[in-house]
């Protein structure tokens, strides 16, 4: 299909510095969780994203000295020369498809815990470390800072060398140069503190040394939070951040602006946050400079972006999130088939695989972090050898990926379902607060399957295992999901609880009345007891949250959302009883004791809901067991999980289909 005229502005080119970005789709800088210990997995996964059209894209953080060492986190480094070699495979991969490539040089400050190095951290101002480690990061004096500017500069020669067109200068995310930039963390008197001017020479002389050491080889980007969301404590879009534009504005090649504060800020989950949500901050950027800007905002439509350039708020679109979830989404774009684009759902889980130390992951990609390690692409599946059936049972987020994976490989599939609806598990969670988005996860499968000859869809189709049999496919997928669980068995107690009259979300999204003092039991700890809780008090009920924990949701932790949940549900009046566990239910009292204690106590209850885990729906695959001879078990219904590892669950069925399960190719890393 040709490309809607109306998005052809997209990709007009722009110019950075020396060089011509082919068009206005900018991947800026994220974690993969590769860093400079897997630098082939790093390389492939940018290439894949230049591939698909992205005109720019960037690295993550790329340490400039040992005393900027985020272990156990992976990050990469530009330390010395022998540093410049693994690093140039990145540039590679991406000029091979025609790209930019960037580097965003970094240096973490009071943020770096150096637990590998054990180099003392620095700051500005001596402060807490700000890992919630017992140590101090010393205030900087003359000559560190002289040094400091020395490590940029040859950390700026070193990627020139590793063939990068666009080398950062980093002053965004809290991190050093924004530590000397906010008044809440630079309490210094000397000619780097005090006034604005002064907090600002640091930045300057950064921008001035870099450029200075790249020359005209590459282009110079400042990456910088525009507002820390503190305040007039701190830096804001309307005061000082926009104060530091002014002095600066022609100095860089290039403004990536953001916020700060938190990386929870920045990469704001669709639970909390609009596409294009950060436009009210950075949105002034770009009438005080003449030089290109970027920012982000989890941008997936291309009307948006292309409202975006138009009303001038920016010249790139910015993504890192809506480039993970779909790396082909420029290219979709220019080919006219934008219903085809894998939406970015917001739901983070990319941001704590980097918060959990793993390497990267997506709800809706599968094959995001595994480009290099098994060889996965995310438009293109080897064919299937064979010209074989699959019947896949269930259409939940597992069945339709798998359904979709095989008819892409070419066998002739059935996907069932009993109910009346696809999405399984989605239909109901899309419907709780701020999770509207994550029917993204069904639609974009259900699109594409409708486009696949080989795939039919049954609904209200139940089957029996006498009828599955009778059905005779060469293969056959089980993927009914799970249940919420009844007895309370979960993270912190594993005590079975005879508790009759609960319910469970089950119940809730089948439409259970709740009445009464509402007491939430919160033992599986992701998003469904404070969505619940959430969604119930805004109802006007009573809420009292139960949990073992010190908080409620505390995997949201991982998903930068935690801050966002405990706001939410205290200006909404919940009542939080930590560290506390459900031991039953009776005369109109959930009765409780205190999980390191054991002193007793009760709350009033007349609906009691337990969220502390689920149980795999896999009594159709047992009773099928030994009667099919191809008969498998996908996503929930194998292991109870996040949506993100039911679909991948299901994606690594279908490629492995016929082959060997083979380890995933694995890095070396030399020494440091």
């Known amino acids: 299909m040709p490309m809607d005229p109306r998005h052809a502005v997209l990709f007009e080119p722009v110019k950075i510095g020396p060089h011509l970005a082919p068009n206005r789709f900018y991947q800026?800088?994220?974690?993969?969780?590769?860093?400079?210990?897997?630098?082939?997995?790093?390389?492939?996964?940018?290439?894949?994203?230049?591939?698909?059209?992205?005109?720019?894209?960037?690295?993550?953080y790329c340490s400039i000295h040992p005393s900027s060492d985020d272990s156990p986190y992976a990050f990469l480094t530009l330390w010395g020369d022998e540093d410049i070699a693994p690093l140039a495979l990145t540039a590679e991969a991406i000029h091979a498809h025609g790209a930019l490539a960037g580097i965003e040089?970094?240096?973490?400050?009071?943020?770096?815990?150096?637990?590998?190095?054990?180099?003392?951290?620095?700051?500005?101002?001596?402060?807490?470390?700000?890992?919630?480690?017992?140590?101090?990061?010393?205030?900087?004096?003359?000559?560190?800072?002289?040094?400091?500017?020395?490590?940029?500069?040859?950390?700026?020669?070193?990627?020139?060398?590793?063939?990068?067109?666009?080398?950062?200068?980093?002053?965004?995310h809290d991190y050093l140069p924004f530590q000397f930039l906010s008044p809440l963390t630079n309490r210094r008197d000397d000619a780097y503190g005090g006034s604005l001017e002064n907090r600002v020479r640091l930045l300057r002389e950064m921008i001035e040394d870099t450029k200075d050491a790249v020359g005209d080889t590459c282009a110079v980007a400042v990456r910088l939070a525009v507002d820390e969301l503190h305040g007039p404590r701190g830096i804001t879009s309307t005061g000082e951040g926009r104060e530091i534009i002014e002095m600066l504005a022609e100095l860089p090649d290039l403004w990536d602006v953001n916020v700060a504060g938190a990386l929870g800020n920045d990469s704001k989950s669709a639970r909390f946050s609009a596409e294009g949500?950060?436009?009210?901050?950075?949105?002034?950027?770009?009438?005080?400079?003449?030089?290109?800007?970027?920012?982000?905002?989890?941008f997936?439509?291309?009307e948006t972006m292309v409202d975006q350039i138009k009303r001038g708020v920016q010249d790139f679109i910015g993504a890192a999130r809506p480039s993970i979830a779909d790396p082909f989404l420029p290219e979709k774009i220019r080919q006219g088939r934008s219903d085809e684009i894998r939406e970015c759902i917001g739901c983070n889980i990319c941001r704590a695989a980097n918060n959990e130390g793993v390497p990267l992951r997506c709800t809706q990609n599968p094959t995001m972090?595994?480009?290099?390690?098994?060889?996965?692409?995310?438009?293109?599946?080897?064919?299937?050898?064979?010209?074989?059936?699959?019947?896949?049972?269930?259409?939940?987020?597992?069945?339709?990926?798998?359904?979709?994976?095989?008819?892409?490989?070419?066998?002739?599939?059935?996907?069932?379902?009993?109910?009346?609806?696809?999405?399984?598990?989605?239909?109901?969670?899309?419907?709780?607060?701020?999770?509207?988005?994550?029917?993204?996860?069904?639609?974009?499968?259900?699109?594409?399957?409708?486009k696949e000859?080989?795939?039919?869809?049954?609904?209200?189709?139940?089957?029996?295992?006498?009828?599955?049999?009778?059905?005779?496919?060469?293969?056959?997928?089980?993927?009914?999901?799970?249940?919420?669980?009844r007895d309370a068995i979960g993270l912190g107690n594993l005590t079975p609880r005879d508790l009759p009259g609960a319910l469970t979300p089950d119940d809730l999204f089948a439409a259970a009345l709740v009445s009464g003092p509402v007491v939430i039991f919160d033992d599986e700890q992701y998003f469904m007891a404070g969505a619940w809780a959430e969604k119930?008090?805004?109802?006007?009920?009573?809420?009292?949250?139960?949990?073992?924990?010190?908080?409620?949701?505390?995997?949201?932790?991982?998903?930068?959302?935690?801050?966002?949940?405990?706001?939410?549900?205290?200006?909404?009046?919940?009542?939080?009883?930590?560290?506390?566990?459900?031991t039953g239910q009776a005369g109109g009292a959930a009765q409780l004791e205190c999980a390191y204690t054991g002193k007793a106590s009760e709350v009033?209850?007349?609906?009691?809901?337990?969220?502390?885990?689920?149980?795999?729906?896999?009594?159709?695959?047992?009773?099928?067991?030994?009667?099919?001879?191809?008969?498998?078990?996908?996503?929930?219904?194998?292991?109870?999980?996040?949506?993100?590892?039911?679909?991948y669950s299901a994606h690594r069925y279908a490629r492995l289909l016929g082959q060997d399960d083979l380890p995933p190719a694995r890095e070396f890393p030399p020494l440091r």
């Not at 969780?33 to 993550?60: H, I, M, N, Y």
């Not at 189709?461 to 999901?481: K, L, P, R, W």
């Not at 549900?569 to 560290?579: C, I, N």
């Open 453 to 485: 000859p080989q795939a039919q869809i049954f609904l209200q189709s139940e089957m029996s295992a006498d009828d599955i049999c009778d059905f005779g496919a060469d293969h056959v997928v089980i993927a009914t999901g799970s249940r919420w669980r």
């Open 105 to 172: 040089l970094w240096h973490g400050g009071a943020h770096a815990a150096n637990r590998l190095t054990r180099v003392p951290s620095l700051a500005p101002s001596a402060q807490q470390a700000l890992y919630h480690l017992p140590t101090t990061a010393r205030m900087m004096d003359k000559s560190d800072i002289a040094a400091f500017r020395g490590w940029q500069r040859a950390a700026a020669l070193r990627a020139k060398r590793a063939g990068f067109d666009i080398v950062y200068v980093y002053a965004g």
């Open 277 to 298: 949500f950060q436009e009210e901050q950075v949105g002034f950027v770009k009438s005080l400079t003449t030089k290109p800007v970027v920012s982000v905002g989890r």
């Open 604 to 647: 009033p209850c007349a609906s009691l809901i337990l969220c502390s885990g689920r149980i795999a729906e896999d009594g159709l695959f047992q009773a099928l067991s030994g009667r099919v001879k191809n008969l498998d078990r996908i996503g929930d219904c194998l292991q109870p999980s996040s949506i993100a590892d039911a679909v």
């Open 536 to 582: 119930l008090a805004a109802e006007g009920h009573d809420v009292t949250l139960v949990t073992p924990w010190a908080t409620p949701s505390t995997f949201t932790i991982y998903t930068n959302e935690q801050d966002f949940v405990l706001e939410r549900l205290l200006r909404l009046g919940v009542k939080l009883l930590p560290f506390t566990l459900l």
């Open 28 to 60: 800026t800088p994220h974690a993969t969780g590769f860093g400079w210990q897997r630098p082939q997995s790093g390389a492939a996964l940018r290439g894949t994203k230049a591939e698909g059209g992205w005109g720019v894209v960037c690295t993550e």
């Open 369 to 450: 972090g595994e480009e290099w390690r098994r060889g996965w692409h995310p438009e293109r599946i080897a064919p299937y050898p064979r010209r074989e059936t699959a019947l896949v049972v269930g259409a939940g987020p597992a069945g339709l990926e798998a359904a979709l994976s095989l008819a892409r490989r070419g066998l002739q599939v059935s996907l069932v379902e009993k109910s009346r609806h696809l999405g399984g598990r989605i239909v109901n969670e899309m419907r709780l607060p701020g999770l509207s988005t994550w029917g993204r996860v069904r639609d974009w499968r259900a699109t594409m399957l409708a």
């Open 300 to 302: 997936t439509s291309p």
